[in-house]
C-alpha cells in the first residue's frame, strides 16, 4: 500500500463553504477558524459518509494546505484528488 494525502478534486454541493452547507454559517466560520488555528484539515462530510478520511476541497483552498498536506509535499507523498 502506498502513502498518499487525499483531497477532493472540488467542493461538494453541501460544501462548508458555500451557501449550501449543511451548518449554520456561524457555525462553518468557526469550524474553519478550528482548523486554521490548529493547523487541520477539515474531513468532508459526504467522503466522512463513505467511509474515507478525504479533505474538504472548499476549506483546503479557503484556508490554505494544513500541516498534513504541506508534510505530504515535503515528504514526496502523493496529494491525490479525490472525485466521490
Do not use: W
Request: charged share 25%.
Amino acid at each position: 500500500m502506498s502513502a498518499s494525502y487525499e483531497v477532493m478534486a472540488s467542493p461538494c454541493d453541501q460544501c462548508l463553504t458555500t451557501r449550501r452547507r449543511i451548518v449554520p454559517a456561524s457555525r462553518a466560520a468557526e469550524l474553519m477558524r478550528q482548523c486554521r488555528d490548529d493547523d487541520v484539515k477539515f474531513i468532508c462530510h459526504k467522503a466522512s459518509i463513505a467511509g474515507r478520511n478525504v479533505a474538504c476541497r472548499g476549506v483546503h483552498d479557503k484556508i490554505g494546505p494544513c500541516r498534513a498536506a504541506r508534510m505530504a509535499k515535503a515528504f514526496g507523498i502523493p496529494i491525490v484528488e479525490v472525485e466521490l
